[in-house]
């Protein structure tokens, strides 16, 4: 029966390349004197049977032993390589060293082609270590050379923005950012057709699944929690709890590409261009009204104030009709968006 979910086996006490590299050498330098003594006697016509074992096993050695090269592996920190003998998986190497392993054994890694807009795949033109600068027409690219190593670092991927309608039905624009680690090399390589791409996919359908049960502002009458009670839920008032969501729902997509998910944050969030006009004088509209109702409930306690003044110490007698002109008087110059203009009155007030 075929393995469908593989285990992340470690491969112990294979730190020990620099003997095997120093031995290999050693061996080469014995090669060639062997070669050359060989040579030697064979122009002096005077070879012996060992001279020619020596000289055969120098030449094999000569044409063979770099195979012994192909084992040498050196990892940094936080780099992890996954090797496969003849197909089979063997283990996993992790952690800083110089190791020598089965020089047949080859590491896999799927995703070392691909190039997301995350961290660790952009790389600056001018020839960083571990890229090749190709020249064409005048114009510099840099080309990381692909390695078989998985970074085990925290990386962080900024996917495309995506236009997607709100509860509402309205078309809002968002973005998010994910950062993210392997934590088991053989779920990522096995488990999936290519990790990077694979999450990145998962990052655009829990984004998707999530923004849609939020309204972009608060609406009356929505739910967003899902207990049948409606709140003030909101993607622009509740960010960090819609940021938990998608980081969970991302989470419960890629266990099994043996990647954790460290945290998901909402970099981008707008109204979709089409109707971000529209909304835009909404929001003002709200704006104004809330700014008016605020100043004519300032006035009409001023007013009141004025009156019960007035009236308290007797500054003035008005009858109903007078005391109705004031209150418009004080409204209008109170509530004006303008500085008021006095009129004097130099007759009788009646």
Not at 131 to 157: C, D, H, Y
Not at 282 to 303: E, F, L, Y
Not at 316 to 341: P, T, Y
Request: hydrophobic share 45%; charged share 20%; with cysteine.
């Amino acid at each position: 029966m075929q393995e469908t979910n593989l285990e992340e086996k470690l491969i112990q006490g294979k730190k020990n390349g620099l003997p095997v590299l120093l031995v290999t050498l050693l061996l080469y330098a014995l090669a060639i004197a062997g070669i050359i003594i060989g040579i030697i006697h064979f122009e002096n016509e005077t070879d012996t049977t060992l001279t020619t074992t020596v000289f055969v096993i120098g030449l094999l050695y000569a044409f063979f032993g770099w195979i012994l090269f192909c084992g040498l592996k050196v990892l940094k920190p936080q780099e992890a390589l996954v090797l496969t003998l003849f197909g089979k998986y063997v283990g996993t190497l992790k952690g800083d060293g110089f190791y020598f392993v089965n020089p047949f054994c080859a590491g896999v890694n799927p995703a070392s082609h691909t190039k997301l807009s995350q961290s660790g795949d952009v790389k600056g033109v001018g020839g960083p270590s571990g890229t090749l600068v190709i020249a064409e027409s005048g114009v510099s690219t840099a080309q990381e050379v692909p390695t078989k190593k998985l970074s085990l670092k925290i990386m962080t991927l900024n996917n495309s923005r995506q236009k997607i309608n709100d509860c509402l039905g309205n078309p809002v624009e968002i973005g998010i950012a994910v950062t993210w680690r392997i934590v088991d090399t053989a779920k990522a390589v096995f488990n999936v057709d290519n990790y990077k791409e694979f999450l990145s996919l998962q990052c655009d359908s829990a984004l998707r699944n999530i923004v849609r049960t939020y309204p972009y502002d608060v609406a009356p009458n929505v739910d967003t929690t899902g207990d049948g009670m409606a709140d003030e839920g909101s993607l622009r008032g509740s960010s960090e709890i819609v940021a938990g969501k998608i980081r969970a729902e991302i989470q419960t997509r890629v266990e099994e590409a043996g990647i954790e998910i460290v945290e998901a944050r909402i970099t981008y969030l707008a109204y979709a261009p089409e109707i971000a006009a529209v909304m835009l004088q909404r929001q003002q509209a709200s704006a104004i009204i809330d700014a008016r109702k605020m100043i004519v409930d300032g006035a009409v306690g001023m007013v009141e104030m004025a009156l019960e003044r007035l009236n308290e110490k007797h500054t003035v007698e008005l009858d109903e009709e007078r005391k109705a002109a004031m209150v418009s008087n004080l409204l209008v110059v109170l509530c004006g968006n303008h500085d008021a203009q006095p009129v004097v009155n130099s007759g009788s007030l009646y």
